[in-house]
């Protein structure tokens, strides 16, 4: 037989334990920052009915391209979850009866896209979600700010981010005023919305030329326009600039810009609605903002929708500084729900991409001391006296300490090697004459390596550190000693 190549399907990745480490902390950290607010945990299939996920929609003989899809025995398209929210709005239209509502809940788990794999693009990632269906007040979208806002300043990343926020009613207003239809039905104010979008990313000199006759880029690859004339063009930009240092500035200057469209003015008055709740939570201006370059979904959203966004700089594949960008959005989105109803539910909420804020944490440092931490190692001498082994590691387990034996062959180099590899702090070492005088050895591989490297400049540093690297105890104090000395490594 011929012996089969190891490889991994594209857009997919391994996680090793140091990843999942620093993973499972950052989520604990942002559950309770969830749970604080009084959102609920849900699980739901990673599988949907095609039709239940709603963006997609069975060809002739598959789905469309974007989700990966299959047929049942039952000749049902079936596919991998694209979001959490989909199916979110699925289990409340199923348990509409038993649900209180609103239903606040939180969610993590694997999505799936079927798309082109790049440099940091995957097609199976993580989302970590909260939402709020059955509910139109404005606190909810409030809400949303705030525990992101909170999220990451409880990751360490206070002064380093941006909750950016706008309203889709806003942005249509401004539309109507420019003499647009809604984006849903008028292929020219959709294109002008995605080149509000690109704000960020060409200026107000790039998006002029989106909105008009297009743009072509410095590989010579052109952009079709909007198709807008002059004036209205400018009455978009004028928009564009109506983002100030408060939020309630903001409001001021973005009330010229959608007056005399209702459905702009509405959403003008919810904007103020929520600044008014971000002050009572006290969330400063320069932590959450309201800016009128915030688009996201094009015919997806609502109402008021948001991003979070890094704000320190990291260098490229290029070498050259930007942005770290965004981790996180989301928004109002009333007609999800209603597809399985006989009305509109209303629901808001947002999603963190967690590869996305774990490489930003990474980014920043805020992951130190998070590599995974290995359990304490005891060392096996004599493999006659296994029981005895089996015997300490149990009374460390015991004590409330994770223990592992060996159970690979190699003497003490290889173990201690072997120790490295796994992190661990700590290794219990016993022989015969252990045994017989009733103590044990413990040696603080932390300290050890520290003393090894010569990392301390100062000799008489490293020879005291030399010392207390290894100690010999009496057996009934091995789990005081252990625990000493991971108290000692975690610092």
């Not at 002008?192 to 107000?204: N, T």
């Not at 413990?442 to 490293?462: I, P, T």
Request: aromatic fraction near 6%.
């Amino acid at each position: 037989m011929s012996r089969l190549t190891p490889r991994i399907v594209k857009g997919f990745k391994d996680a090793p334990a140091a990843s999942l480490h620093a993973r499972r902390r950052m989520i604990e950290t942002v559950r309770g920052v969830y749970e604080s607010f009084g959102f609920e945990a849900l699980e739901t299939p990673a599988i949907e009915y095609v039709d239940t996920l709603g963006k997609f929609l069975p060809e002739s003989d598959q789905p469309d391209a974007g989700i990966f899809a299959l047929k049942d025995q039952d000749e049902q398209w079936i596919a991998l979850r694209y979001d959490l929210t989909a199916p979110l709005s699925r289990y409340v239209a199923q348990n509409i009866q038993a649900l209180p509502l609103p239903f606040r809940r939180y969610q993590i788990g694997s999505v799936f896209r079927n798309e082109k794999p790049g440099p940091g693009r995957f097609r199976e990632f993580t989302q970590f979600d909260v939402d709020t269906v059955g509910s139109a007040a404005m606190a909810a979208d409030a809400e949303n700010a705030a525990v992101l806002a909170r999220s990451l300043t409880a990751l360490g990343l206070e002064g380093q981010f941006r909750i950016a926020m706008n309203n889709r009613k806003v942005l249509d207003g401004v539309l109507e005023r420019a003499g647009l239809g809604q984006p849903q039905s008028d292929p020219q104010a959709m294109t002008a919305l995605r080149a509000i979008d690109k704000f960020d990313k060409f200026g107000a000199d790039g998006v002029r030329l989106l909105l008009t006759s297009g743009r072509k880029d410095e590989s010579g690859d052109f952009t079709k326009g909007a198709g807008l004339g002059a004036a209205q063009a400018e009455s978009i930009l004028g928009f564009m600039a109506s983002g100030q240092a408060s939020r309630s500035a903001t409001c001021d200057a973005l009330a010229d810009a959608v007056k005399g469209s209702a459905r702009g003015e509405e959403g003008l008055r919810e904007l103020r609605e929520i600044a008014a709740l971000l002050d009572a939570m006290n969330l400063a201006d320069t932590a959450v903002a309201f800016d009128p370059g915030i688009v996201r979904g094009l015919a997806y959203y609502t109402g008021p929708v948001l991003e979070a966004q890094v704000t320190f700089e990291i260098r490229d594949d290029e070498g050259r500084l930007r942005q770290f960008g965004s981790v996180a959005g989301g928004g109002r989105y009333d007609g999800l729900v209603g597809r399985f109803l006989d009305k509109d539910l209303p629901a808001t909420g947002v999603s963190i991409g967690v590869d996305r804020l774990i490489a930003a944490l990474e980014a920043a440092g805020r992951l130190e001391g998070a590599a995974a931490t290995g359990p304490v190692l005891v060392v096996i001498f004599d493999k006659t006296r296994m029981a005895d082994y089996v015997r300490i590691a149990e009374e460390l387990r015991t004590a409330g300490i994770p223990a592992e034996l060996f159970l690979g062959e190699g003497g003490m180099k290889a173990q201690l090697r072997y120790a490295d590899r796994k992190g661990a702090p700590v290794a219990v070492i016993a022989g015969g004459d252990e045994f017989d005088a009733g103590t044990v050895s413990v040696k603080n591989l932390v300290l050890g390596a520290q003393a090894a490297s010569g990392a301390a400049s100062n000799e008489a540093f490293r020879a005291e550190a030399k010392a207390k690297a290894q100690v010999t105890v009496p057996r009934a104090e091995l789990a005081a000693t252990v625990r000493a000395m991971l108290a000692g490594a975690a610092r």
